[in-house]
């Protein structure tokens, strides 16, 4: 029975993905990074079919955990993946767009009310 949610064991295990490797060379790589694929870079033919299949999935923008559901691969695994991948040119970050969020006027006239009273 092969449902999607089931555990599924791997014939390669995660060590041997990163070559033993259990931390990435950057600590800046969360789940919600976003990643992107350097159009100007191409792979060596040495590289892994996991490294292959991860610049592949972000030629789009990918953050870290999605691209772990769909390599179907533990998130530290690909953060390890990737970092290996952005260290080599082959993936750019992408930093998500910072929202400015301005409160409503009457918000800001209430609190200035409060502080006065103090």
Do not use: F
Not at 21 to 46: G, K
Not at 62 to 82: F, G, K, N, W
């Amino acid at each position: 029975m092969d449902r999607p949610d089931e555990y599924e064991d791997r014939p390669i295990r995660p060590y041997v993905i990163t070559g033993g490797r259990a931390h990435p060379s950057r600590n800046t790589l969360r789940p919600e990074t976003l990643l992107v694929a350097n159009p100007e870079s191409q792979l060596p033919m040495s590289a892994s079919r996991e490294k292959r299949s991860l610049a592949e999935l972000c030629r789009g923008v990918l953050s870290v955990a999605e691209a772990a559901a769909h390599l179907r691969l533990p998130v530290s695994v690909v953060v390890v993946l990737a970092s290996d991948l952005i260290d080599t040119g082959h993936l750019v970050v992408r930093s998500s767009p910072q929202r400015l969020v301005i409160p409503e006027i009457e918000l800001l006239e209430k609190v200035l009310n409060g502080l006065r009273k103090l």
